[in-house]
């Protein structure tokens, strides 16, 4: 691909400018294709810390459950 002419005028083909445009545009769609995949990814990433945040609740939750049946159980069995 030559810029200029033995002449110093610019030597610019159509085969050039296609290429050009080429990779222009595959720029783009890469970019786009990027822009996606991240996106999708924050999605996923915040679903799995939504997930693991009540998981986290859950557990906490269920011993506390157990140590109210415990408690309910001493007091019934001292009555």
């Known amino acids: 691909m030559k810029l200029k002419n033995g002449d110093g005028s610019l030597a610019i083909s159509f085969g050039n400018i296609l290429t050009m445009i080429v990779i222009i545009a595959s720029c783009a769609v890469v970019y786009g294709s990027m822009d996606g995949s991240i996106g999708r990814l924050e999605e996923d990433v915040k679903r799995k810390a939504d997930r693991e945040l009540l998981q986290t609740h859950l557990d906490y939750i269920s011993s506390q459950i157990q140590d109210l049946k415990v408690m309910v159980t001493k007091l019934?069995?001292?009555q």
């Open 76 to 78: 019934h069995s001292e």
